[in-house]
């Protein structure tokens, strides 16, 4: 069973992205949709952003040697969007199955026919919100980072840009273990916004 995220109705999304890209979304103001998955709700292929109502599961893991990146915050109120919450998991191996399919000429009924099954006896907690919307910079409301994990001159154009877009900043660092509570995440992010100078607010 596939259970609603409890950070679902937040009105924060999160998206991991590297400073180069983040870099690209500040000059184009406008973050495309670049991932394409396998949408099983939605009957096919869709191309679409993928973020996080609660960052602390996605955020990138030192002990898992994977670099500290920046991370968006998005105020979903700020724009009209089309999305569809997912888990994570089951779109990333049944993207992998239905492309594998394909490529053999299969049809792809047989693999799809698994997934109501699969979903009857499978517990979790989606982990997914997928946005097939561009995304507009007048929508980030804060960037969050890891200053302790990140090289100087990153930090110096994460810095840059939030001062550009008089945005807050939001200090991540330790949130990999043990980050806010999902329902303290909104009053965080308004925190930050309330109070730009602050810079650590966990």
Not at 52 to 57: F, G, I, Q, T
Not at 102 to 110: F, K, L, P, S, Y
């Amino acid at each position: 069973m596939f259970s609603p995220n409890p950070a679902a109705d937040n009105q924060y999304l999160y998206h991991w992205l590297s400073t180069e890209r983040l870099e690209r979304f500040i000059q184009r103001e406008v973050l495309k949709p670049y991932w394409r998955h396998w949408v099983y709700d939605r009957g096919g292929f869709a191309r679409g952003i993928s973020t996080c109502p609660d960052p602390v599961r996605w955020m990138p893991r030192e002990d898992e040697d994977v670099p500290a990146e920046p991370c968006i915050v998005i105020d979903r109120t700020a724009f009209e969007y089309d999305a569809v919450e997912l888990w994570s998991g089951e779109t990333y191996h049944l993207t992998k199955d239905v492309l594998r399919a394909q490529r053999a000429g299969r049809d792809v009924t047989e693999v799809l026919a698994r997934v109501p099954s699969y979903r009857r006896t499978t517990y979790v907690v989606m982990d997914e919100v997928f946005v097939m919307s561009p995304i507009p910079i007048g929508a980030v409301a804060a960037i969050g980072y890891e200053p302790t994990r990140m090289y100087w001159g990153e930090v110096d154009s994460i810095m840059t840009i939030a001062d550009r877009l008089e945005i807050p900043l939001i200090n991540m660092d330790g949130w990999a273990d043990g980050g806010p509570d999902v329902d303290d995440l909104d009053a965080l992010v308004h925190r930050a916004i309330t109070s730009p100078n602050e810079r650590v607010y966990y």
